[in-house]
């Protein structure tokens, strides 16, 4: 099964503008991270946000995570059609294993 | 820094026929998973190697998959006979530390498998 959902499933903005995607898991978690596919290519590491941490920046990515609602945001700044991909939130628990979510794909218009 | 390699791409087979995948992970990398996805879901993992062991394969069909990582490097995965539900994108990906320490994981490009 899989431990954390994103929300939307389909997001499509205007270049320019924010992107905001939403992730929620179920079970306690060592870290949450965010991966970026491009179609037909592989998982893409974007950002790991540990358990203890709130809050995370890398470029124009910004990385919230609330752990007493077991949730996580991911914002990306100023978008660009090079961003237009899908985005998985991944948790690692106690089972010391990645689980991803169902994604959100993003199209982002010129 | 050489990415992970997988192989095939692409495949394309009839039900009840077998395939095999393969994949180098990045040098000095101990942990080497298969995730199995499915087009419009996230991936699932199938199966993680720590080394040459088996850390994790509660998830793998064993009764179909099998798969294996000689001398802790490469590793092959193996559907026998396969289904038309295992059509779906093969990804292994390798990390330098063993999941729930942190780390990131590199993926490979996939092999994507079609089952008619």
């Known amino acids: 099964s899989q431990q954390g959902e994103e929300d939307p499933q389909a997001l499509s903005i205007q270049e320019g503008e924010n992107a905001t995607m939403n992730c929620s898991y179920k079970?306690?978690?060592?870290?949450l991270q965010w991966y970026r596919q491009n179609s037909g290519r592989g998982l893409v590491h974007l950002i790991l946000i540990r358990s203890n941490e709130r809050e995370k920046h890398s470029g124009r990515l910004r990385v919230t995570l609330d752990t007493s609602k077991k949730s996580s945001s991911l914002l990306i700044t100023a978008s660009r059609a090079a961003d237009t991909a899908s985005y998985f939130c991944?948790?690692?628990?106690?089972?010391?294993?990645?689980?991803f979510g169902s994604g959100t794909q993003l199209t982002v218009l010129p | 820094e050489a990415g992970v390699a997988q192989s095939p791409r692409y495949k394309i087979i009839e039900k009840r026929q077998s395939v095999a995948f393969w994949c180098n992970p990045i040098?000095?990398?101990?942990?080497l998973y298969w995730y199995q996805q499915i087009l419009g879901q996230g991936p699932k993992l199938l199966i993680q190697?720590?080394?040459?062991?088996?850390?994790?394969d509660s998830q793998l069909p064993k009764d179909r998959f099998s798969a294996e990582r000689l001398k802790g490097v490469d590793s092959t995965l193996k559907i026998q006979p396969a289904k038309l539900e295992d059509s779906a994108v093969y990804l292994c990906?390798?990390?330098?530390?063993?999941?729930?320490?942190?780390?990131?994981?590199?993926f490979g490009e996939g092999s994507r498998l079609t089952v008619l």
């Open positions: 991944a948790t690692s628990g106690s089972a010391r294993q990645l689980t």
């Open positions: 190697f720590q080394n040459n062991g088996v850390v994790d």
């Open positions: 079970t306690s978690i060592n870290n």
């Open positions: 040098s000095g990398h101990a942990t």
């Open positions: 990906a390798s990390s330098l530390e063993v999941q729930g320490s942190g780390g990131e994981l590199f």
